[in-house]
DNA sequence: GCCGTTTTCGGCCCGACTGTTTTCAGTCG
């Protein structure tokens, strides 16, 4: 079974989690915390670097011995460490670590002095009282890790950024009506545009911050509060999704700011650039000494540690400050810069509108094409078009464009890719269109090369120009199929053919790694809303945001070519 | 386990809050 990033950077986050409880040196736990987010934050496939002959101990945080371990998951698929260490360990250990409150040390605690190592024994022990009796628990510990398993299931996944925004938005507004508040803002993955956030970091500026804090506490859909004190609160949400507060000086807004917007790796790499420079960054400021000489901005305090602004979205340690101090940091693709969308459904299949109210909307918003991609015949729970149906969609987009103005609708369609890689519709039928749009809308379940097999082979077609939310993921609800997204995008270049960005908050798909990955091989990725209304286009944003953390540039977007220049991509 | 503007050993980011202590350990972000 090949074996991928995922699976390596799972075995180290895990083999972390048993070194930490065993009680190993924090550094070396450290370090195979790293790796795994190194590994996981790859744009290849280390099984192939490695069959290409890459080093992967030149890769920043990974040494002789990590690439070698690396080697051997790739080689056995399993690790010989981990395996050794579970023997002493309880696989059951790391579950009790992630209960909120438990950590190395007193799962380890627990485990010495009373033998557990469930989270069910663990419930039992904490009603029975018995993990009062241990030095350091008291009774207040103990109905905390109570209350913490009785909410534990269903609390731990992460909001679509969209509907973060749907809590952010009113709560920074309320916290901007507290009285001494100057700023407000929201920090964390949430800055980052990451396609799910977790919680929300919230900075704000004010000179008294216990009633600032007083007053957060008090909001409408606070439910629980975990903590309050007078600079930091962390509270629960009716809804269970946690808000962090913090409150700093004015002149300590721009440290602050970076200081939460994260991520923590980066964070860390500034912290070790400022050591080096015999100085200290903190959420109060850049100091030397006792001496404040940054941190009003965060600009300042790039400037101070010799680097040009580096935006939240780069700011995952992937790269960005090495590129940073090269001064070959992306400047990366906006809202403007998009000329149209290559992707919506009318009613003609299951979208809401007509063509030309789409391409009037598309039109209100600056763009100069719109490309029509109703359904295929396969899909028919989606109304998906026939042959003759399709044919006269295209007759009425003709006489369309001859009536509109400042508009170019393009003909296309979202072509199922049926489960042998043919096309859904005749290639007489499909040679009548501008471009395509082919889609995975069945069988999600074949084999990583069956499935491989079966995008190439519909790439095959003369008629393939675009590859449709590419893995089919459904963020919180569907993982990704099994794909070998590199040797797709490397017939793709070969081809003419393009990957998708699908900026529909649950898709988002391709993701930010492998927008990345597709710049690295000089493919252009098309961002598009698949929106089934006029509101839907909307959702370009998204997609631009995940396309700026795959550090893509406007030239590496293809939907911001002008029209004759985007029918030459697509060979028309 | 990694790494080097104090470079092959001896460091490794930094501060707030809670609960248990009575000066601090553990956890979190």
Redesign the pocket.
Known sequence: MPVHNADIAAAFRRLADLLEIEGE?P??VR??RNAAATVGGLPRDAAGMIADGADLSEL????????AKIAEMVEKGSLHLLEEIETRVPPGLSDMARV????????KAIHDALGIDTLEALERAARKGRLRTL????????K?ILDQLARFEGVEKRLRLIDAEHIAEPLVAYIRGIDGVKQAVVAGSYRRQKETVG?L?ILVTAKDGAAVIARFVAYDEVGDIV??????STVMLKSRF?V?LRVVPEVSYGAALFYFTGS?AH??EL??RA??R?W????YGLFEGDDRIAGKTEEEIYEKLALPFIVPQLRENRGEIEAAEKGALPDLVSLQDIRGDLHCHTTASDGKYSIREMAEAAKERGYAYLGITDHSKSQTVAGGMSEDELAAQIDEIDALNEELDGIRVLKSCEVDILSDGKLDFSDKLLSRLDYTVCSIHGAFNLSREKQTERVLRAMDNPHFTILGHSTGRLINQRPPYDIDLEAVMDAARERGCYLELNAQPSRLDIDDIHCKMARDLGLKVPISTDAHSTDGLEMMRFGIAQAGRGWLEAKDVLNTLPLEKLLKAFGR
């Open positions: 040196n550094f070396r370090a195979y920043p945080g990974i040494g002789d011995d990590l690439a909120p409150g438990l950590g190395p040390k007193r799962v030095s350091g628990f008291g009774a207040k510990t103990e905390n919680d970091d903590s309050k004190g007078t600079t930091r946690q962090d923590k964070n860390i912290r070790k050591i080096r015999g200290k960054l903190n959420e």
